[in-house]
């Protein structure tokens, strides 16, 4: 297990990142000790590319904590109290998730999942948010019991191989077109519906800027170019900033450290069991997390162990995913008793990946950066979309290098994978376009005779997606 003085070793280097001299000397030592226990060898890498790599994650995931408290505040949360469980939740889970799976998956409160949370439980179901919050806590428990008895992984390894290929890439445009949107690249349009956004907006100069230098970094093959293109594009975001007053841009951080902390939401769910048995939505509200939240994180585990050795190339199985689940079932359930909805793993993980994280130390940087993150809010005014943009981009492109193995020329496959990716997009959601993917997977599969190589675990998959798409409130 990884003990306190560990994750201290850990919080120091975030600030003393192998200086010379005295201190490295004394905590040579204990960096050993780190390195055996997340096997960095192994994985082919070390203490410094793994810190890092739990930066870039935190910095591509930060925006969580503006967003959660603005989407959950809808549904009558005080958004200090979310804040504080956003930060929390997502700090220690993702050690958890380092510690106990070896897996360089941060975790935090789900985008998507919380717009579920809001905008359909609280407000077309009429639940509370103590009743929606004690949904998240039961659910948690399901998957926590789905989890132990090797249900879930049966059936993320049932998935097959060629449509994890096509998760992962849908999930690389996918994660792309989240920061294209949040930096204001790509807008609504009543015409089009989607359309090119005003180049002429600071915050979208600023992102462009970054995709560009982020672009020339990987290209040139920099060490960790992804991570120097975020810091490049936060510190002109600042400067001109300062220089032209836009609001929009990144703000020189007016203060370091606050310790105002909102602690109301703290055990809020134990109020809303009542709700449980007496709400005629509360079981479908529980079904809608349990799919959700499901989908998302087989996609996502999917499409981040596809750039590392954490899937098997021949197989298509992933290493310990058992342990990974846990510690995201666990996630779950914790995030509800400190007033988060649903804890899932996040595919802004992949970038993480792409500057080197291959192990749980990248995660447990990240959950030590997002528990430190509790106390030096002031300093997150410098990480906006703009700046989260352009890692979004490039990883994007990253994951969807994965389309290279996809055999195009099998309609099976290749009917899938497109519906799979262009669903994911269209439908700004994972788990919808992973289940429309596999819906055409069955249909394809059976209108080409090859009905047989459909696994009975994808069958019962297909029947649960056609029931969820009639029932699910619109």
Known sequence: MLSLSYLFDIAVYLIFAYNKGVFQKIYRGKVILIEKLFNLEKHGTNVKTE?????????????????????????????????????????????????????????????????????????????????????????????????????????????????????????????????????????????????????????????????????IFWGKNVPAGVFWGLVVTAIVGMVFGGITGAKALPQLPRGVVSIEFDTS???????????????????LAIFSLLFVDFFDTAGTLVAVAGKTDIMDKETGELRDVEKALLADSIGTVFGSMVGTSTVTSFVESASGVGVGGRTGLTAVTTGVLFLLAAFFSPLLTAVTSAVTAPALVVVGIMMAQQLEGLEWNNIVFASSAFVTIIFMILGYSISNGLALGFITYAITAVATGKSKEVSPIVWCLVVLFIIYFVVLPK
């Not at 703290?266 to 709400?279: D, I, K, N, R, Y």
């Open 51 to 215: 810190i890092l790599a739990g930066v870039t994650t935190f910095l591509a995931m930060a925006y969580i904590l503006a967003v959660n408290p603005s989407i959950l505040g809808q549904a009558g949360m005080p958004k200090e109290g979310v804040f504080l469980a956003t930060a929390i939740a997502s700090g220690l889970t993702s050690i958890l998730m380092g510690v106990l799976a070896n897996y360089p998956v941060a975790l935090s409160a789900g985008m998507g999942v919380n717009a579920l949370f809001t905008y359909t439980i609280v407000g077309q179901m009429h639940l509370s948010y103590q009743g929606a919050l004690a949904c998240v806590f039961v659910s948690g428990l399901i998957f926590i019991l789905i989890t132990v008895t090797n249900v879930r992984k049966a059936i993320i390894n049932a998935i097959p191989q060629q449509l994890k290929l096509a998760i992962g890439a849908g999930i690389g445009f996918f994660v792309a077109f989240v920061g294209l949107k949040n930096a204001g690249i790509v807008v609504a349009n009543q015409a089009t519906f989607v359309g090119l956004g005003n180049f002429t907006k600071p915050e979208v100069l600023l992102a462009l800027f970054g995709i560009v230098v982020t672009l």
């Open 265 to 283: 939401l703290f055990g809020a769910f134990a109020s809303g069991f009542s709700e449980l048995f007496s709400h005629p939505n509360c079981w």
